[in-house]
């Protein structure tokens, strides 16, 4: 075999692999002999089918698949031989033109790319922001008001009607001479939506500041759909007849708030709020630190990138915007202009992340950080766990299962790499209290 080799960019290869006829016809060979110890046609006896009746009604589909084999088995040893490590796809230039023949030499050119070649600079030492991983009475006071907050309710006030309140209310209708046109009685108004037929500014001018008991006319013009066709489009009033002023209310923050969460007091649920707040604030804390010190790293490096890489991961960002937006209903009009208007964006930040993988992938072998069976069992075993219920509980052995079928231990393998990387750079980094 002869493999010559072209550099065609930083990170990119080309491999023009010259295969001898004689590995072609061996290749071929067995590939006939496998073929007559399976095929079976009328009138010979399993494994007796000539070569030349095989090559008559299979040989098409056989030289297909021999081409297919060849330049597999070819390219990898040529990368061996040649010490390359490809990444990214590969492209064999004129594929389809491509004939493997017997006794016949086969020549091909695979273009690819190359991991980087740097120098890392040091990952230990590099500064990260303090923080704050703490609940203070200030974090819990206001967890507490959102908490009432989302337990308001509907409540009768004695204080005059403002404005978001509801007013509870008989109404009359009456025509430009004062007679009873039709009577509601009941009626829940919000003061920010007027009756149909009244102008905005009346009607909140003569809801806004009532109270139970109190009395408002309003002027309107009849709407085309009322119900009396008989004054539609004329003009008249309504008078209300207030009976209760309604507001919307977040309940006292006391005991009972806290029993309404199953908390035996206040002070119980206060203790919950600040540990939460706390796990909480130092989960984001140390998130914002890892990721000011990977940013640090990408911006102390400048890495060439694969091509293919770049393209795949900006293909694959831009591809999972399409989707989102086609799942919100938007048209693909709509969708080809929001895609091509934020390529340049995907692209800066798929190279972004081409970039961080080489660093880190780089900080791992430099800092002999590994991802171990017994990493990646606990992942599972916390996968499996997450996604079962009361009805059904999945093993770590099922969780395997699943990303095996999706072809996606890698990716786990990957993640839980980063996950360490992440804790090795905030360990080892410098912490400056910046306020």
Not at 11 to 29: F, G, I, K, Y
Not at 223 to 245: C, D, I, M, S, Y
Not at 266 to 290: F, P, Y
């Amino acid at each position: 075999m002869e493999v010559l080799v072209a550099e065609t960019g930083p990170c990119s290869r080309a491999l023009t692999v010259t295969v001898p006829p004689t590995a072609v016809q061996q290749h071929l060979d067995e590939m006939y002999a496998s073929a007559q110890r399976q095929v079976q046609i009328k009138g010979f006896r399993p494994g007796k089918v000539p070569r030349a009746i095989i090559e008559k009604h299979y040989g098409a589909s056989i030289l297909a698949e021999a081409k297919e084999q060849i330049l597999n088995r070819f390219f990898g040893e040529a990368c061996r031989s040649k010490e390359i490590d490809p990444v990214g796809r590969v492209a064999i230039d004129g594929f389809e033109k491509l004939d493997v023949k017997p006794g016949v030499p086969l020549t091909f050119t695979a273009k690819i790319d190359v991991r980087p070649r740097f120098e890392l600079k040091g990952a230990k030492g590099l500064e990260a922001p303090a923080f704050e991983g703490t609940a203070t009475d200030a974090d819990v006071d206001n967890a507490l008001k959102e908490i009432a907050h989302q337990k308001r309710t509907i409540q009768p006030t004695t204080e005059p009607a403002q404005d978001g309140d509801f007013v509870k209310a008989d109404y009359c209708f009456r025509d430009a001479a004062g007679a009873e046109v039709l009577v509601r009685k009941d009626v829940q108004l919000n003061t920010r939506l007027p009756i149909h037929g009244t102008k905005e500014e009346d009607f909140k001018a003569a809801v806004l500041g009532v109270v139970a008991g109190k009395t408002a006319s309003i002027a309107l013009e009849f709407p085309a759909n009322f119900e009396k066709e008989a004054v539609r489009g004329q003009k008249g009033a309504v008078e209300l007849t207030v009976h209760q002023v309604l507001r919307v209310q977040a309940p006292p923050i006391d005991d009972a708030l806290a029993n309404t969460l199953e908390f035996p007091d206040l002070a119980s649920l206060r203790a919950d709020l600040a540990t939460r707040i706390s796990s909480e604030k130092q989960r984001l804390g140390k998130q914002r630190q890892e990721e000011h010190l990977l940013q640090a790293l990408v911006a102390a490096h400048d890495i060439p990138l694969p091509p293919s890489l770049v393209e795949e991961q900006q293909q694959g960002a831009l591809a999972a915007l399409a989707e989102r937006m086609k799942e919100k209903g938007a048209a693909d009009e709509e969708i080809r202009a929001k895609l091509n208007e934020s390529k340049d964006e995907a692209k800066q930040e798929a190279e972004r992340r081409v970039r961080l993988f080489f660093l880190i992938e780089a900080v791992a072998r430099q800092h002999k950080i590994f991802v171990t069976e017994s990493d990646l069992d606990a992942e599972l075993r916390l996968i499996a766990q997450a996604n079962s219920n009361e009805d059904v509980q999945f093993t770590v052995e099922q969780a395997r299962a699943f990303f095996e079928q999706q072809n996606r231990l890698g990716e786990l393998r990957l993640s839980l790499l980063e996950r360490k990387v992440r804790d090795f750079l905030r360990e080892n980094a410098k912490i400056t209290d910046k306020k």
